[in-house]
């Protein structure tokens, strides 16, 4: 009787550890970006402050080449910034899309948004975006844009052309970030 009484005991830990790993997993918010002069960064973290302040989903933001297949895998929306390079992606993020794993669609159903810095107004901001977003939905990705209609891409600032023309972002693009990060969280609450 004490053999039985211990193995249940036994399976149910396991049962509950697994489950909390399984909720672990499923709230992870993963933030991958490339930056060269920390504009791309400044909006990375403007996105993680609002997924950290709507919940207490776990983020894991840091440059695309150093994120694993693992913690693509392991997160349950993907978040991808670029620079904008003569309206493209940067070849970093490129080289990091290309290296996600196609067979089987491990990345289906799995939320997605972008982010994009660009050094002028109509420098190819959305054309970026678009192209991000278009590269998501080839692997089954469901997507989301910002907040509001002057951001239905996602999120974007500029930082070299006229008033906007600073090392720093302009706090109203990081606004655009933090609300992308908000409203992220809010629609993968409905998900899961």
Request: hydrophobic share 45%; aromatic share 8%.
């Amino acid at each position: 009787m004490k053999n039985i009484l211990l193995n249940t005991f036994f399976v149910l830990f396991i049962f509950v550890i697994c489950t909390i790993d399984g909720i672990a997993q499923k709230n992870t918010v993963l933030i991958a970006y490339h930056s060269v002069n920390g504009h791309t960064a400044q909006m990375a973290k403007a996105i993680q402050k609002g997924i950290v302040e709507s919940s207490d989903i776990k983020v894991i933001m840091k440059p695309a080449n150093e994120v694993s297949t693992q913690e693509l895998l392991d997160a349950s929306a993907i978040i991808i910034g670029s620079p904008v390079y003569n309206a493209n992606p940067s070849p970093e993020i490129l080289s990091f899309i290309k290296s996600w794993p196609f067979e089987g669609q491990p990345l289906k159903n799995k939320l997605g948004a972008v982010f994009v810095t660009a050094g002028g107004l109509s420098s190819g901001e959305e054309l970026v975006q678009s192209s991000l977003l278009h590269a998501m939905m080839v692997y089954g990705m469901i997507v989301i844009g910002g907040d509001d209609w002057k951001s239905s891409f996602g999120a974007s600032g500029i930082h070299q052309e006229d008033k906007y023309n600073s090392k720093e972002l302009d706090p109203y693009f990081l606004d655009k970030g933090y609300q992308l990060g908000k409203r992220l969280m809010e629609v993968l609450k409905k998900m899961h």
